[in-house]
């Protein structure tokens, strides 16, 4: 990339006017991908100073050009567009991949977008959803992280060519005071590398407030993976829902009975270290002097690329995960069946009231007989028998015709098959269009 980008800033000013031979772009252009990194190791080792390390093996094997390698330039015009261009590519990468977790989520929940589940709050059984509704609520956070990571992608600009401190002194220089060619060659470069636009200010470095900008987005990406496998985590514990799971998967090398959902701990272990790294770009810009300091450097060359390295990581693992998902409707029937007859207290309330009772009398008819019902499932680890009290009690024979239908779970979910309708055709199907192409790759988790 190095020898790339000194090729570049020889090629355009030659266009300009400078006094830059065809035998010398000629030379460059043939040794451009020719990188002996033993040589610049070698070369490094005695000058500390990597750039120019590379810039005097570069000139070694190019030595009619050698006069003009670097000319102008300064090493934040190599490692500054460098990364901005790696930023950009892979930011290219993580957005197919992130769609196509999106779309088989969302395929997952269109599937079972009316199948009933209990919903948690606090962690405790709450009034009923359906597995589909949920599973839009891990889709909503993905769609948002979508947008960011489009977005963050799309706001990055070049450094272009810049100079030691900004003002583009040495260019001026080298055009002889033509501030128009000076700004010809800052947006042709720009243009070269593949970006509409380049800021317009910089100091030595580009501000290092764009690496916060585009890391945060990865940042909360981490977060809403994390909170997803969390879930998932959750539910296994319940039996409701599982990842794949190999034949010949071990579980525990001590309990064989066990089916641990290692890849959503994975993905959570991974996506905490995600969004740890947000403090390297958060703490780097904020001690930055001036127009520049060197401390950001090696800070940068670990936080950068390893961000990007596990959110691309953690979106394969995602993938896997949501392409292989294994839903247990019984056991979901049974866990509702559980708590569905202390939910549906107020309906039977309501039928009562309807058939002629007294909604008082038959407020402390239910207390009562609830109290009970709950001191067998706590007391004596009994089955929830709410419902069987109910039907043995006088009092409601007028409705008992009815239970079946006050107690459907169906009608304990309101409209969440219809949200999930409506929230997948108008907001993420629009959204994965343009990745349509992209679809099709299917991860095999290689561990």
């Not at 030659?14 to 451009?32: K, N, R």
């Not at 700004?183 to 243009?191: A, G, Q, Y």
């Not at 930055?288 to 691309?312: G, H, M, Y």
Request: proline share 4%; hydrophobic share 40%.
């Amino acid at each position: 990339m190095m020898a790339a980008v000194e090729t570049l800033s020889c090629h355009l000013p030659q266009a300009l006017g400078l006094p830059i031979t065809d035998a010398q772009i000629q030379e460059m252009e043939s040794h451009a991908e020719d990188i002996d990194f033993a040589m610049a190791a070698e070369e490094e080792r005695k000058l500390r100073h990597d750039v120019m390390a590379h810039v005097h093996t570069f000139a070694h094997y190019c030595p009619t050009a050698a006069p003009i390698i670097h000319l102008g330039a300064t090493s934040c015009y190599v490692g500054d567009n460098t990364d901005l261009i790696m930023l950009r590519d892979g930011f290219d990468i993580l957005l197919p991949k992130l769609a196509r977790v999106i779309d088989r989520l969302a395929n997952f929940a269109e599937k079972y977008a009316d199948l009933p589940t209990l919903g948690f709050t606090h962690y405790q059984p709450a009034q009923l959803t359906t597995v589909g509704k949920r599973a839009c609520l891990w889709l909503q956070d993905l769609a948002m992280d979508m947008r960011n990571l489009q977005r963050a992608r799309d706001d990055l600009r070049f450094r272009g060519v810049k100079g030691t401190t900004g003002t583009q002194a040495s260019f001026l220089q080298l055009f002889q005071g033509d501030h128009d060619k000076v700004e010809d060659l800052d947006r042709m470069v720009t243009d070269m590398a593949g970006f509409k636009k380049a800021y317009l200010v910089t100091g030595q470095t580009y501000s290092r407030k764009v690496d916060i900008d585009s890391l945060s987005s990865l940042a909360s990406l981490g977060a809403t993976v994390h909170k997803i496998c969390t879930d998932i985590r959750l539910l296994a514990n319940l039996k409701e829902i599982e990842e794949p799971f190999e034949k010949e998967q071990i579980g525990s090398s001590a309990m064989p009975y066990k089916r641990n959902p290692m890849r959503a701990e994975r993905c959570c272990s991974l996506a905490r270290h995600l969004v740890a790294l947000m403090a390297d770009p958060l703490q780097t810009a904020s001690v930055q002097w001036l127009e520049r300091t060197l401390d950001d450097s090696a800070n940068r060359r670990i936080s950068l690329p390893e961000s990007f390295l596990t959110a691309d990581i953690v979106l394969s693992t995602l993938q896997n995960i949501t392409e292989g998902l294994v839903v247990y409707p019984k056991v979901i029937e049974r866990h509702i069946r559980h708590e569905l007859p202390f939910m549906a207290t107020e309906n039977i309330i309501m039928a009562m009231v309807k058939a002629g009772g007294n909604r008082q009398d038959c407020h402390e008819k239910i207390r009562v007989l609830s109290q009970e019902a709950a001191a067998v499932v706590k007391q004596e680890g009994g089955d929830n028998d709410l419902l069987a009290r109910v039907q043995r009690d006088p009092y409601f024979i007028p409705i008992l015709g009815q239970l079946d239908a006050l107690l459907d779970p169906k009608t304990f979910i309101g409209r969440a098959p219809q949200q999930v309708a409506r929230f997948l055709s108008e907001e993420i199907r629009p959204l994965l269009e343009p990745y349509k192409s992209k679809m099709d790759v299917k991860i095999e988790l290689e561990l």
